[in-house]
């Protein structure tokens, strides 16, 4: 959906901000469900969340060996 990537490319400046800035884990996957839930309407996506921050603290460790 070529609409979606405009509303995805939104957060990804808010996530990438959060992870130059030293954020743990616990405050990117808090960001991801305040995302989800108050700009996408989606609820119950607490695990999805939670991988994804975990996912994205393993990436933030190899970009900035």
Do not use: F, K, N
């Given at each position: ?13 808010e ?22 839930r ?28």
């Amino acid at each position: 959906m070529p609409q979606a990537r405009d509303e995805y490319g939104s957060y990804v400046p808010e996530i990438c901000t959060l992870l130059w800035q030293g954020a743990d884990q616990a405050t990117v996957a808090t960001a991801l469900r305040e995302i989800a839930r108050q700009r996408m309407g989606l609820h119950d996506t607490d695990v999805l969340a939670e991988q994804t921050a975990r996912h994205l603290m393993a990436w933030r460790e190899v970009i900035t060996r």
